[in-house]
């Protein structure tokens, strides 16, 4: 969908542990709005942002660099996936070329373009890998389809997914390049996308992308700024989605629902108030949200009430295998929390 304004984004976290004291704002290199995050270790986490803008720092966060991938100047990166110190992906939003694929093999010293988009109507949203050679990316409705490419070999090729097995897009329905988390992936082949606009709905496949089905969820949807914006999976049947309406970020609106059947049907969460969450993320069997006008904590997803509250300025996150996350925002945010001991 179109790309969003800036807004007043917070974290806020489920858990029996209240981890305030734990979160750390970084210095930043940049002035850059962030959008993307990728923690494939707890000393390396790469970041995305404006005017091809790409951060990565090699200690945990302490210290970053910053720095615009040649030619791409122009571009907005929302979504950055990560593998190691050497290895990473951007991906840049926008219609028809504006929407590509770099990667980098030596840690931002050189990028290759691996994939621009060629359909003038186009507008890819995010992306997502099961390893450093398997991706998927996804993007809003061509002709009444969602586009849809793959690569099964680290980018080198990326192609378009047959569209025949994809229900249609319902007219008015779109993703959402909110956080680079529209799209997520588990195991070896599970993937699930989420939408919004004149629905909020999840297309789920088994089969990496060759057959889809599609179910409806309780995310508040109608104008093209409400739906899904962000889903996230810590096994093949345990999921969560967030979202909400970005124009209306403080009302009390169906923003978060869980999933215990890999996707087939969706339950909204109990906890009050609920507002806009652009991104979620599992850590363990915790979840971290960030959304507008909260910071809390809670026992269970099925309390009904907030915990801790603190306001920060945040769009998207991210978790280490280690249980440690970083997120980022507007203006070079960068927020450090610790691991869970």
Known sequence: MSSLPNSYLVLIFFSATVFAQTLRIQPSPTTENLRGISTPSHNVAWASGTHGTYLRTVDGGSTWQAAQVPGAEA?????????????????AVGPGDQSRIYKTTN??????????????????????FWDREHGIAVGDPVNGKFELISTNNGGATWKPLSSSALPPAIDGEGAFAASGTCIAVQ?????????????????????????????????????????????AFRDARHGVISGGDYKRPNDDLPGLAFTEDGGRTWKEAAVSPQSYFSAVAYRAQQ????????????????????????????????VSPDGSAIAVGPKGMIALLAPVN
Request: aromatic letters at 12%; a neutral charge; glycine letters at 8%.
């Open 75 to 91: 571009l907005d990166f929302r979504d950055v996936e990560a593998f190691n110190a050497d290895v990473a992906y951007l991906l």
């Open 287 to 318: 979840i971290l949200v960030a959304g507008t006008a909260h910071f809390a904590s809670m026992n269970d997803p099925a309390s009904k009430t907030w915990q801790k509250i603190r306001n920060l300025n945040l769009n998207a996150l991210a």
């Open 187 to 231: 195991g070896k082949k599970n993937v699930w996308f989420a939408t919004g606009g004149k629905v909020a709905r999840v297309f789920r496949s088994s089969d990496a992308g060759k057959t889809w089905e599609v179910a409806e969820t309780p995310i508040v949807h109608g104008p093209d700024s409400a739906g899904i914006f962000s889903i």
């Open 107 to 128: 840690g931002g010293k050189t990028w290759s373009l691996q994939f621009t988009n060629k359909e003038p109507q186009g507008f890819f949203d995010c992306m997502a």
